[in-house]
């Protein structure tokens, strides 16, 4: 698959009580370093960003949960770590399995790296199949669907400027470098 790097890591979201995020993260954690069962389950994150607040005059940074009751697993989906992981206290199962002993599907990579992003995790840089000069679709934004010459890349960022013709006029559009795909002529 695409979206799985080399050693079949993938994302997968958990679902946990709200308000005990922290307690299943920690629970995760000791049962995963008791079991020995690193080389399968990587990273636990709770999805959260700061907010600022104004109290008493002052400002005060906040770390609030995007999404309660939601936990991220990166893991090697074995029998053995998915067993693990749903069977810890506090895990109410995980976001898209079917039930009935079906396994969840992981997120694609267009959908975590905005939500690491968000959290200031840099994920591993975007393969591009495309360079400056060539032929992209846009496939999301106001542009999705229209075709146009790559002007410029910034792998750092993971974005790019397309050139669109709109209205007959070349308008640069800012995108990511996942929401374009190489057109084969």
Do not use: C
Not at 15 to 25: A, D, I, L, P, R
Not at 65 to 83: F, H, K, S
Not at 84 to 97: A, D, K, L
């Amino acid at each position: 698959m695409a979206d799985m790097n080399d050693e079949g890591r993938m994302w997968y979201v958990v679902n946990t009580y709200s308000g005990h995020e922290n307690k299943v993260k920690d629970n995760l954690e000791k049962r995963i370093e008791s079991m020995g069962l690193q080389d399968l389950v990587f990273n636990i994150l709770i999805p959260t960003h700061i907010e600022t607040e104004i109290k008493d005059g002052k400002k005060v940074n906040k770390e609030k949960n995007i999404w309660p009751g939601y936990v991220l697993v990166e893991m090697i989906m074995t029998d053995e770590a998915w067993y693990v992981v749903r069977n810890t206290p506090g895990v109410t199962g995980f976001i898209g399995s079917s039930g009935g002993g079906a396994k969840p599907f992981p997120l694609a990579k267009h959908e975590i790296d905005p939500i690491l992003k968000k959290m200031g995790i840099h994920t591993s840089a975007v393969e591009i199949n495309f360079d400056i000069g060539d032929e992209v679709k846009l496939l999301s934004g106001p542009f999705a669907g229209k075709t146009g010459k790559v002007d410029s890349i910034d792998k750092e960022k993971e974005t790019g400027v397309v050139l669109v013709e709109f209205f007959g006029n070349l308008t640069p559009v800012d995108t990511d470098l996942i929401s374009m795909e190489k057109v084969e002529v």
